[in-house]
């Protein structure tokens, strides 16, 4: 199925599903045009027309697995020097949007459906492509676990998302942190800016409070993978000395690794966002600033506006108001381990090397089969976290034909073993 599974990944990213403004139907179109190709049963359905989602399945009743993946994609941005639609084979790379984030992982869980429905099963094996992960998965996976539970619970998830970096190799990741997104507003009067000191500047009142954002300190919570065990899995896979070199120089290498565990371990704070004023010679009376703070499974909304509350009190500062604007909710895998060290061994089976154990800084579809319908679920697929959303997009055949591979035998030996339980 190799040459098939190289033509699948290049037709779903010919199909064009930038978004916004999202139209995921013509890529469900080339994989219900393979799934009726080799037989395979399936679904198209969606919130409305055009924002397609498709469900496939193989095997009968008993234990199951779900694959997961999304259709729709980033829109292209600048700097290509490819067609980002042409989905060009060059050098054993396949280019064009959405190669990596995740075109590649959906065809891969594709194929490995199809290797799977001609094998004796003990169980069943779904696969869902949704729509609209890139804006939130409201005509996705959301409004999938919402309307039809019964299409995608199962005993385990693989999210098919890229689980691999060009410097630390392929990883899987267990859990991934949350998203608060706040709205600062700070008031003050209206005055000519000839004589300032009759009004009160919202601007210097809000430029006061950023500065000193980083001071907000959120509720502690233990992270579900700390910064020592991290460090000891770099070291078991590249060895105590480039670990050290890595975490004790000054350069570069230096500030990625120290930057990457804090993002996996702890909050981060980074405003994004600041309006103010409404011409240069009026003392401004309105300043708003959106402020995005990274959380861990166990933290809330309101620990981030508490915490806020607080530093605002601490400064001395009045007339400040807070508001959640955007929440994604933190998620982590509960209840099985089993699975995991099992998918660790078929990585290191078919890719020659021991994958991280991480937590992702960013959201994906695992949080609403985790916390809304309680499917224990991990991240694993092909594609390096470099490529996704930057010009050039690319996924290596290679690694397709790998991640392929792992999914077809995960799935034979988790449902071998729960049958047997």
Known sequence: MEERLVDLARELIRAETYNPPGNEARAAEVLSEFFESVGIEHLVLGREPGRSNLVAWVGDGGPSVL??????????????????????????????????DMKGGVAAAAVALAVLAEADVQGRVILAATADEE????????????????????????????????????????????????????????????VPELGENAIEKMAILLSRIRETRVRRVKPPISKVDLIRQFASKYGWGSVLRSLLSRGEGSKKASAALRAMTSVTISPGI??????????????????????????????????????????????????????????????????????DSLVRKFYGEKPLRIVMPGASDARFLRNWLGVPAVQFGPGVAEAAHAADEYVEVEDLIRSTQVYVEFAKEFLARCSRS
């Not at 970096?165 to 800016?193: D, N, P, Q, Y």
């Open 135 to 194: 804006m939130g998965s409201e005509y996705g996976m959301a409004w999938l676990a919402r309307e039809r539970p019964d299409l995608i619970r199962a005993d385990f998830a693989l999210i098919c998302e890229p689980s691999g970096s060009e410097t630390l190799g392929k990883f899987v990741v267990i859990g991934e942190k949350g998203s608060v997104v706040v709205r600062i507003r700070a008031r003050g009067k209206l005055a000519h800016s000839s």
């Open 67 to 100: 694959l997961a993946g999304h259709l729709d994609t980033v829109p292209p941005g600048g700097g290509w020097t490819v067609d980002p639609l042409g989905a060009e084979l060059r050098d054993g790379r396949i280019y064009g949007r959405g190669a990596t």
């Open 274 to 343: 600041v309006r103010g004023g409404v011409k240069v010679n009026v003392v401004p009376d309105l300043c708003e600033a959106h402020v995005d703070f990274r959380i861990l499974p166990g933290h809330t909304p309101q620990d981030v506006v508490g915490a806020l509350k607080d530093l605002v009190r601490r400064i001395g500062l009045e007339g400040v108001e807070i508001e959640v604007q955007e929440f994604v909710e933190p998620s982590v895998l509960t209840g099985l381990d089993w699975p995991v060290d099992l998918l």
